[in-house]
């Protein structure tokens, strides 16, 4: 096909993201985000070595290495064991790594398998290369579980491409090991990669239910990782994509080029410490997360008529449903308007059946929760 006749790629808005836009710097309490509490900068460079210090304090604001800075390599390659860091490639956050990856492999005459409910960009991307998308629906009876059945039915011939994220976006669930190594064996079997959106690893509440990580599972599987969920570092823009098919990540390197070229020099070094120091910066998200699971679990225990939650396993979201027959979005337009409190409606992700996320990952969650308590008992009587 000639380039002028070339159709242009046309994707639809990202309704998450403009829900996001509209009210995330609007509402006062959000208790639908999906990271962590942002450190704050005086507490982060607390936790730099004299390496990562002198980095610092002798940064120049220039361009940076188009893979990323070396040293940052190293140490995102440390947390996939059997990888080196020329097995790394860095972007602009997860969402320009997954959208330069899936614009490399997929294109018209192929099909992708998406799990969903899910990230919008996860299967609307694949869709804007002119591939083929299945979504793969996940259910609240099974405990959003990842049916394997289900998953067989749907490939194909032209299958290559298999897009999953555990932890789950928005529900919290986990796959069990047995699951894990049956996906990556039909994997195998086919000969499909594994796009495994990997955000959220490292928060399992139980340590014993971390699974390996795609990159270094499989040879097909490919890990999206970022530094905003579990290191509670959203608004450095670091992402990255690990794997062992080198010309592969050679091809996504030449893609960016035309994205964003190379990383925020700042924003590296910044990772870097992080990265480093990552047992303190770990230890500081799974402690918000206890602690404010505990309060969630309470919450819901006292209003069994109005909610019901899978309880999640992992990570900072969860999703629960609305029992009563009020539509679940005019539900969190009250709460807005009334509390201040914005949860996010299940139809951003198109999904059926009144469920809205929560997040579990902020500080001021009691605070927020206190205002939905309070909703709940003068609204749903």
């Not at 139980?206 to 990159?215: E, H, K, R, S, V």
């Not at 899978?310 to 807005?336: D, I, N, Q, Y």
């Amino acid at each position: 096909m000639k380039q002028a006749d070339m159709p242009a790629m046309r994707i639809p808005d990202f309704k998450l993201e403009r829900y996001f836009a509209r009210w995330e710097f609007a509402a006062p309490y959000l208790l639908c985000s999906s990271d962590i509490e942002g450190w704050r900068m005086q507490d982060l460079l607390a936790l730099a070595g004299p390496d990562e210090r002198a980095r610092w304090e002798g940064l120049t604001l220039g361009y940076t290495e188009s893979t990323g800075l070396p040293a940052l390599r190293e140490e995102i390659a440390a947390l996939y064991p059997g990888l080196s860091p020329d097995q790394v490639l860095t972007f602009a956050g997860a969402e320009e790594a997954l959208f330069v990856l899936v614009n490399v492999l997929l294109g018209t005459g192929d099909h992708a398998v998406v799990t969903w409910p899910g990230y919008q960009s996860l299967h609307e991307v694949a869709r804007a290369t002119g591939a083929d998308v299945t979504l793969l629906r996940l259910r609240e009876e099974d405990g959003w579980a990842l049916d394997l059945d289900a998953l067989r039915r749907a490939l194909r011939p032209e299958t290559r491409l298999l897009v999953v994220n555990f932890p789950h976006n928005p529900t919290g669930a986990l796959l069990d090991r047995a699951t894990f190594d049956a996906l990556y064996a039909l994997s195998r079997e086919r000969g499909i990669y594994v796009l495994s959106d990997e955000v959220y690893r490292l928060l399992e509440y139980d340590t014993a239910d971390t699974l390996p990580p795609a990159a270094s599972h499989s040879p097909l599987g490919i890990s999206l990782g970022v530094m905003s969920k579990a290191f509670g570092l959203a608004g450095l823009r670091v992402g990255w994509l690990a794997c062992r098919d080198e010309a592969l990540l050679r091809r996504c390197a030449a893609y960016k080029d035309y994205t964003t070229i190379c990383n925020s020099a700042p924003s590296e070094v910044l990772s870097l410490i992080a990265l480093r120091a990552q047992e303190r910066v770990l230890a500081r998200s799974r402690a918000l997360l206890t602690e404010n699971l505990a309060l969630l679990d309470a919450f819901f225990a006292r209003h069994t008529d109005t909610f019901r939650w899978v309880r999640p396993r992992a990570g900072s979201v969860a999703f629960p449903k609305l029992l009563r027959e009020t539509p679940v979005a005019h539900f969190t337009e009250a709460l807005r308007e009334r509390e201040g409190v914005l949860l996010l409606p299940g139809d951003v992700y198109d999904f059926p059946g009144n469920h809205f996320r929560m997040g579990l990952g902020r500080s001021n969650l009691p605070d927020a929760l206190a205002r939905l308590d309070r909703f709940v008992a003068d609204t749903m009587r």
